[in-house]
């Protein structure tokens, strides 16, 4: 498949280790970011295929950082999944109503993860060979 390039967003040290671990080991280029000022200085340099977002983040939250990414031409179509640990009824709808594309819930199924990752990222075309 090759690699993807992959940013999360994650205020929590050991989910964002875990989840570059699992991702790298599929090829993929992963940068994190602890919270959204962080991925947002990201974003001023270098444009991700995916997003894993947490929604509860310190300052600015996943959800309001998802909705300014999806207003922003530059960045609207970069994918954005929901990765949290919100599992009240309700909760993916308001992250697919914030702008999310995707929710995956935590704690992170360490084998699942990266074949629901895949199924996120977006399609390429391939060119002829």
């Known amino acids: 498949m090759g690699a993807r390039s992959i940013l ?39 444009r991700p295929e995916l997003i894993l977002m947490d929604l509860q983040l310190p300052g600015m939250d996943g959800l309001e950082l998802t909705r300014r990414l999806k207003a922003d031409p530059v960045t609207r179509d970069i994918v954005i999944v929901a990765v949290t640990a919100y599992a009240m009824k309700g909760d993916e709808q308001r992250a697919r109503e914030a702008g999310c594309d995707g929710y995956i819930p935590k704690p992170i199924d360490t084998r699942a993860l990266p074949q629901a990752v895949a199924g996120f990222l977006p399609s390429r075309v391939e060119g002829p060979t």
């Open 8 to 46: 999360i967003v994650d205020d929590n040290p050991m989910n964002l280790k875990l989840i570059e671990v699992l991702l790298k080991r599929e090829g993929h280029e992963v940068r994190s970011a602890p919270d959204a000022e962080a991925a947002l200085g990201v974003l001023a340099r270098w």
